[in-house]
């Protein structure tokens, strides 16, 4: 969901601009669309790991070496994403 409505952004922020009265609350500012794309991101480590190890490709030792590369993303990421608010 978070994939489309970033492809869809310029329509969005024309459809919530239009309906500004009704939908004053749920636009989405520059800043707010910036976070989104970094949450994006950060997420994407998470849905790979998913898809590669479904069904039968999922041995212990694959996962556990993915496993630490998330931990390692995860470390990384509370640097970099700390500052990061979305309001």
Not at 17 to 36: G, I, V
């Amino acid at each position: 969901m978070l994939s489309i409505a970033i492809q869809k952004e310029s329509a969005l922020n024309t459809y919530t601009k239009r309906n500004l009265n009704t939908l004053k609350k749920d636009y989405l500012s520059p800043k707010n669309w910036e976070a989104l794309r970094t949450i994006k991101s950060f997420l994407q480590i998470f849905h790979q790991a998913t898809l590669k190890y479904q069904g039968h490709k999922a041995t212990l030792k694959n996962i556990l070496f993915t496993m630490d590369i998330i931990i390692k993303h995860l470390n990384k990421s509370q640097v970099s994403l700390s500052p990061l608010s979305i309001s």
